[in-house]
T-cell receptor
Framework: AQSVTQLDSHVSVSEGTPVLLRCNYS??????LFWYVQHPNKGLQLLLK??????LVKGINGFEAEFKKSETSFHLTKPSAHMSDAAEYFC???????????FGKGTRLHILP | GAVVSQHPSWVICKSGTSVKIECRSL??????MFWYRQFPKQSLMLMAT?????????EQGVEKDKFLINHASLTLSTLTVTSAHPEDSSFYIC?????????????FGPGTRLLVL
């Protein structure tokens, strides 16, 4: 069975400080992992993905994530938050075996001036 | 690259009417398209998966006669909400997957806000 847990429903950071959005997954088979960002009333934009290549993945807008199999985690980080990063972030797992797609419940990122 | 559009971006309709939402992959061929529904402040709920030229696969609890999906070409899928009721009001988002970005990567449309009066 597959599952995705985004450990924080809300995260607040000050502008210019690091961002950490946590995601843990459970998958019986080798997964593909994704982070998407959604701004209000918009669709989802792909930030980055892990598909069994390098475990440290760099994405757009300065975000990166590290796939840690031993910890079953795929946390999203950014060294320095910008006001425009305020949005909802979703961690998504897709099984490479049966193609089942599981969305996390999302983390709302607030940026404090 | 990998752009997905949806039309319309928002629609208001009367109860009992049908509404069609289009999802297009603009610069890649989408062998698979997905339709999601999103309630306020919630995650996306997968409604159905459609593969070009075949019938859609609906998730449990989604009425296939209520939400008609057609994936007639490698760049177009449509969702028709038939006999819409106020409880169908929601944000509908499609995604497309194909050769762009790898076999498991979904690219999302901007969403369609449906309000049924």
């Amino acid at each position: 069975a597959q599952s995705v847990t985004q450990l924080d429903s809300h995260v607040s950071v000050s502008e210019g400080t690091p961002v950490l959005l946590r995601c843990n997954y459970s998958s019986s088979y080798s997964p593909s992992l994704f982070w998407y960002v959604q701004h209000p009333n918009k669709g989802l934009q792909l930030l980055l993905k892990y598909t069994s290549a390098a475990t440290l993945v760099k994405g757009i807008n300065g975000f990166e994530a590290e796939f840690k199999k031993s910890e079953t985690s795929f946390h999203l980080t950014k060294p320095s938050a910008h006001m425009s990063d305020a949005a909802e972030y979703f961690c998504v797992v897709t099984s490479n075996r049966d193609d089942k797609i599981i969305f996390g419940k999302g983390t709302r990122l607030h940026i404090l001036p | 690259g990998a752009v997905v559009s949806q039309h319309p971006s928002w629609v208001i309709c009367k109860s009992g009417t049908s509404v069609k939402i289009e999802c297009r992959s603009l610069d890649f061929q989408a062998t698979t398209m997905f339709w999601y529904r999103q309630f306020p402040k919630q995650s996306l709920m997968l409604m159905a998966t459609s593969n070009e030229g075949s019938k859609a696969t609906y998730e449990q609890g989604v009425e296939k006669d209520k939400f008609l999906i057609n994936h007639a070409s490698l760049t177009l899928s449509t969702l028709t909400v038939t006999s819409a009721h106020p409880e169908d009001s929601s944000f509908y988002i499609c995604s497309a997957r194909g050769e762009a970005g790898g076999p498991k990567t979904q690219y999302f449309g901007p969403g369609t806000r449906l309000l049924v009066l």
